[in-house]
């Protein structure tokens, strides 16, 4: 009866220490498992950090051409206001020389310059309107790349954000699995030593 016990203790212990077995290699698997997905979420990571740096890229270089254009236009509106303002100043003089002229043709040619004269002016003042509005559609551009700068900041924070949780989760995980290991060896060990135990008592008694 007593060899019955022992042998039926024995076998119990076997099982055991084969179900801790296999449960270890279960574990081991799954902490592969979560480094299997904490080093293809950081490969998915990079290859988005690395195209929406290039985006940036491209369109802090867009964003630096329109600028550019800015600057011509400016330039080119402050040019031609000069020259409106010098116009307006030859218009008076023109003014005050037809007021003492007395001969007929002269008083036609002068008014034929003054005519020139607003001409220039008005077709200078349509060509400024025109260079604003190259300004204001420079602008623009420069909004929309800077929306899309920003989407790409807000995008690479975010996965930041989200593989970082990932992360955290992953080594809390992988420190559970860590733990369960040690804990299931300490077993192991334990059952082991209690077998052995249980084979030399019963040899020498």
Same mark, same amino acid.
Request: proline share 0%; glycine share 2%; charged share 30%.
């Given at each position: 009866?007593?060899?019955?016990?022992?042998?039926?203790?024995?076998?119990?212990?076997?099982?055991?220490?084969?179900?801790?077995?296999?449960?270890?290699?279960?574990?081991?698997?799954?902490?592969?498992?979560?480094?299997?997905?904490?080093?293809?979420?950081?490969?998915?990571?990079?290859?988005?950090?690395?195209?929406?740096?290039?985006?940036?890229?491209?369109?802090?270089?867009?964003?630096?051409?329109q600028d550019l254009l800015i600057a011509e236009a400016n330039r080119e509106v402050e040019?031609?206001?000069?020259?409106?303002?010098?116009?307006?100043?030859?218009?008076?003089?023109?003014?005050?020389?037809?007021?003492?002229?007395?001969?007929?043709?002269?008083?036609?040619?002068?008014?034929?310059k003054q005519i020139e004269a607003w001409r220039d002016k008005f077709n200078l003042s349509?060509?400024?309107?025109? %260079?604003?509005?190259?300004?204001?559609?420079? @602008? +623009?551009?420069?909004? &929309? /790349?800077?929306? *899309?700068?920003?989407?790409?900041?807000?995008?690479?924070?975010?996965?930041?954000?989200?593989?970082?949780?990932?992360?955290?989760?992953?080594?809390?995980?992988? %420190?559970?699995?860590?733990?369960?290991?040690? @804990? +299931?060896?300490?077993? &192991? /060990?334990?059952? *082991?030593?209690?077998?052995?135990?249980?084979?030399?008592?019963?040899?020498?008694?």
């Amino acid at each position: 009866m007593n060899h019955l016990k022992y042998l039926l203790l024995v076998v119990v212990l076997v099982v055991v220490i084969i179900f801790l077995l296999l449960d270890s290699c279960g574990s081991s698997r799954r902490a592969d498992e979560l480094r299997g997905q904490h080093e293809e979420a950081s490969q998915i990571a990079e290859v988005e950090r690395r195209i929406k740096e290039e985006t940036i890229r491209e369109q802090n270089k867009k964003i630096e051409e329109q600028d550019l254009l800015i600057a011509e236009a400016n330039r080119e509106v402050e040019i031609k206001n000069d020259h409106i303002s010098s116009l307006g100043n030859t218009v008076a003089e023109l003014e005050e020389e037809f007021d003492n002229l007395t001969d007929k043709d002269a008083k036609i040619n002068n008014l034929t310059k003054q005519i020139e004269a607003w001409r220039d002016k008005f077709n200078l003042s349509q060509s400024i309107i025109s %260079d604003k509005d190259a300004i204001i559609f420079s @602008l +623009t551009q420069k909004y &929309k /790349s800077q929306v *899309v700068i920003s989407d790409s900041y807000k995008t690479m924070y975010d996965t930041l954000t989200l593989n970082t949780k990932k992360l955290q989760l992953i080594v809390t995980a992988q %420190d559970w699995q860590i733990k369960k290991l040690r @804990l +299931t060896s300490g077993l &192991k /060990s334990g059952f *082991v030593v209690v077998l052995a135990g249980l084979i030399v008592y019963n040899m020498v008694k």
